[in-house]
């Protein structure tokens, strides 16, 4: 009896081994099988969106790749850029659809959730997972690898390369003046309920300037990005508000929690608080049209270094602070920025697509392409001011004063933040556009009625009651949510 206990546990000691080993071997299978030869490298095209220096960053990289790991192991990579993220898009969507004059799908392609998912259902997409072991994703940042997850299938078919956030950027140069003057506290920043507060005093400050020209005060904040706004609003207060399930959605639209998303962009949009003139709100502060806003982590490079109007022309200092959350809210941050999909071709193409990939995400390369694109890395040990100090020291880089201060702001905060982006859904990208334009349309269009009622002398209190009633917020409400149902019908 004793001998058979003893046989049996050495079977199963056994069978654990050999199972281990064979997840081992899973995770390595297609490594060990592929067999690239130096003399005769393969060709692996990558399109992406990169433009100006990002490009050039992104060009270095491959070049460096070329010269090191790709001579060594076989492999040349040559990166296109196909124009914008929309143009890409379209290309990758193009080829997939077998339009005439559009080249084949390349190797590998920047991508957003959506055309992945629109290549995925097209069976284009190589699964990561088959080249990537468990331990290697348990390096990365959680959510970036989640994010590439399109299915229930545990297929990994995007893998992240570089990511960027929200920050809050200020003309410090004409901040200060009027904190001094006023009393108020960049600490107020911190909450988007603070911004509305800090707002209405900068418009009534400006607005006494010109004791004999009533209603002139001018707008304090703006931003990019309203489906941002609505997404992390919503998460930061405890709601997805696209809850999705089997690919299938369901808006989450509570009505209180909204009504806050309302009151804090809507009703000082109308008032004059808030403002959104140009492309971009970076050139309403080149414009001294406000001085702050919240846009991508990213488009800290472009924030001026002027204020150009039509009376006078001032060099500006800059301040980077976290973006603003919802007073009460959790510290969620939206995660944004393509990541890369491998197209399926042949064992070869698509091992040393991901020998490529797993290149350019290591902490010393992927480090020094995110000091000169202004994103963020991916790695869970990059993301330090250490890391980012290191590299900058070590490679001798350049880094542009505001997006180092925007890098260093967000990797400080890093540890105590948690990044979210929506799941994808069939249609998601027309849903996201009602976030996107929605409100913000209307908070334009109701604002243009104020303006022309205050000019004819209407009482400025009176004229904006009416527009900001639980009645006029019932009826967008209602307006809101039935533009969010249509939107994937």
């Not at 296109?80 to 084949?104: F, N």
């Not at 998912?117 to 097209?122: K, L, S, T, V």
């Not at 988007?192 to 300037?209: L, N, P």
């Not at 505001?402 to 982006?421: I, R």
Request: aromatic share 12%; glycine share 6%; net charge negative.
């Amino acid at each position: 009896m004793k001998k058979s206990i003893k046989s049996l546990c050495v079977i199963v000691m056994a069978v654990f081994f050999l199972i281990g080993c064979g997840t081992n071997k899973d995770n390595k299978k297609n490594e060990g099988k592929v067999k690239l030869d130096p003399e005769n490298p393969i060709s692996i095209r990558v399109w992406h969106y990169y433009n100006g220096s990002q490009q050039a960053a992104f060009d270095e990289l491959v070049n460096e790749f070329n010269s090191t790991k790709g001579k060594e192991l076989g492999i040349n990579v040559e990166g296109i850029s196909q124009g914008t993220v929309s143009d890409l898009a379209k290309t990758v969507s193009d080829s997939i659809d077998g339009k005439v004059g559009v080249d084949k799908l390349p190797d590998i392609f920047s991508s957003y959730a959506d055309t992945a998912y629109y290549a995925q259902q097209n069976g284009k997409l190589v699964d990561l997972s088959e080249y990537f072991s468990k331990e290697e994703l348990e390096k990365y940042v959680d959510s970036y690898i989640e994010e590439g997850y399109l299915k229930n299938d545990k297929a990994l078919y995007l893998f992240p390369v570089a990511k960027t956030t929200e920050s809050l950027m200020i003309n410090k140069t004409d901040w200060e003046p009027f904190a001094k003057q006023t009393g108020s506290s960049l600490d107020e920043l911190k909450t988007i309920e603070g911004v509305v507060k800090v707002a209405k005093r900068y418009y009534e400050w400006t607005d006494a300037k010109t004791p004999n020209k009533p209603n002139d005060g001018k707008a304090f904040y703006g931003r990019d990005s309203m489906a941002n706004y609505f997404v992390i609003g919503m998460k930061q207060l405890g709601k997805d508000i696209f809850e999705i399930k089997d690919g299938n959605v369901t808006f989450n639209v509570d009505k209180k929690l909204i009504k806050r998303l309302w009151e804090n962009y809507y009703v000082p949009y109308i008032n004059s608080y808030f403002t959104a003139l140009g492309k971009f709100r970076s050139d309403d502060v080149k414009t001294g049209d406000i001085l702050a806003y919240t846009g991508s982590s990213m488009s800290a490079m472009y924030f001026p270094d002027r204020v150009e109007d039509d009376d006078k022309s001032y060099d500006i200092d800059y301040e980077v602070l976290p973006a603003p959350i919802m007073s009460g809210g959790e510290n969620y941050k939206v995660q944004q920025g393509a990541d890369m999909a491998v197209t399926k071709s042949d064992k070869k193409h698509e091992y040393a697509s991901c020998v490529f990939i797993k290149w350019f995400t290591q902490k010393e390369q992927n480090l020094q392409f995110v000091c000169e694109s202004a994103y963020m890395p991916v790695l869970k040990s990059a993301n330090n001011v250490k890391a980012l100090d290191d590299i900058i020291e070590k490679k001798s880089l350049d880094i542009n004063n505001k997006t180092y201060d925007c890098l260093k702001n967000v990797m400080g905060d890093f540890d105590n933040t948690k990044y979210y982006t929506t799941k994808n859904f069939e249609n998601g990208s027309s849903a996201r556009e009602v976030l996107e334009t929605n409100l913000s349309s209307k908070a334009q269009k109701d604002r243009k009625e104020i303006e022309k009622a205050l000019a004819k002398g209407m009482k400025r209190s009176e004229v904006i009651k009416k527009y900001t009633t639980e009645e006029a917020f019932d009826k967008w409400y209602r307006e809101f949510s039935d533009a969010l149902s249509n939107s994937i019908k």
